[in-house]
C-alpha cells in the first residue's frame, strides 16, 4: 500500500513540524512526496524570548508558565541557545563558599541544620578568625575558584559591629588575592551593605527560597517582604545581587514560576540565581521530603535562563545527587557556575578535583575572575554578549 505510507508519512512529518517552528527551516526528504504546507509561525512569549536580545523585567506570572510549560526538551535547547547568544557557553564559574559562624541561629527555616530550633546534631561555634578564612580562600583560589563567598549563621547584621569589622577584613583580603568576594550574613540595612561595598565586596547572596505563596510554609521567622527588602538595600549600595530558591521544599511547579517571576521582576535582574535542591537534614521539618526530580531542575534553570538572560545561574546545593551528564545537560540548558570545593556551609560538595576531571571531559574550563563583567565591558548593554566572539576579543583582555 505505497499511497497510504506516504499519506502516513505526510501525516507524521506535518506534526513534527508544527512543533517545530520557526518553519522556514523545512528539510525534504526522498520519502515526502511534496513539502508541507508553510504557514507564518504565530509569535509567542517562548519565541520572543528565544529572539531577545536584551533582558526584561516586566514579565507576568502568565507568561513565565508558558515557558515553563514548554516540552522540556523544546525548552532545554531553547534556553541553550539563548545562553550562547548572551555566554560563553564553555566557561563555569567556580565558587567556593565556607561557614564562617556554624548554627545557633534563631530563625526557623525548615530546611536547615543551622537553626537553633532543630536537633540536628551540628555544634554551634563562634565566627572564625580573618587569617583562617584568608588560608581557605588562598586553597580555593589555588584549586581554581575564582569566588569565595563566606555565610554566617544568623537573622541579621543588627548589633554586630566587630563581625562587621572583621568581615571587612576578610573581604578586602579575598579582593586583594584577585578573587571575586560574596557573602551571605542574614539581612543588612543599607549603611551595612555600603560598608561592605566599600571594603571590596562584589556581591551579596540572600535568596528569597521559593515563591512568595509557599514562603509562610517553609519560614515563619522573617517575611517575604524582609527579605526583598535586604535585596533592595544591596542593589542600592552598588553591590551584585545573588539570589535564588531552593527545589524540594514541599512546593508546586506554580511555585518555580513564582519563584523566577519574584527575582525576574526586580528592578534589574539578579546578577545571580542560584538554584539549590534540597539536602534533607535529619531533625529539621523538612527531613523526611522526598528528593526533588532532577526534571524540575532542568526546567527551572531553562526557563530562568530563557526570563533572565544575562544572568549567572548557579547550580547549588544538591549537586552532589547529580550525575555528570545530569550536569552537563544543566550546562548546556544555561547553568553557568558551580560551589565546589570541600564542603558547602554544613552539607558535602563537589570537589575541585571531581569538576576539573569533569570540565576536562566536556570541554569547559573556570570562568576567570570577573569574566563576566568584562564581557560586558566589550559589549554594548543593550546587546548580546555572543558568547564566541566575546571569547576572542578577551583574549586579548588582561583579565586577573
Ligand atoms: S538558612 Fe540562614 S537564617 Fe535560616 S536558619 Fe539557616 S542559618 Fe539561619
Sequence with gaps: MPGHRSLLLRTS???VLQDAKPQSIVRKYGTVAESPAITTPQSSVFEDA????S???NWTKDEI??????PLMKLAFAAGTVHRKFHNPGAIQMCTLMNIKTGGCSEDCSYCAQSSRYNTGLKASKMVTVDSVLAAARIAKDNGSTRF??????RDMRGRKTNLKNIKEMVNGVKSMGMEVCVTLGM???????ELKEA???????????????YPSVITTRSYDERLQTIQNVREAGLNVCTGGILGLGEKPKDHIGLIHTVATLPSHPESFPVNTLVPIKGTPLGNNAPSPFDATLRTIATARMVMPRTIIRLAAGRTTLTEEQQILCFMAGANAVFTGEKMLTTACNGWDEDREMFEKWGLRPMASFEVEALRELVSSSAPLDGQAAEESLKSQPVA
Design 13 to 15: 512529518w506535518r506534526a
Design 50 to 53: 528565544l529572539a531577545a536580545s
Design 55 to 57: 533582558p526584561r523585567n
Design 65 to 70: 508558565k508558558q515557558i515553563y510549560d514548554t
Design 149 to 154: 563567598c563566606m555565610g554566617a549563621a544568623w
Design 188 to 194: 543588612i540595612d543599607l549603611e551595612q551593605a555600603k
Design 200 to 214: 571590596g565586596l562584589t556581591a551579596y547572596n540572600h535568596n528569597v527560597d521559593t515563591s512568595r505563596e509557599h
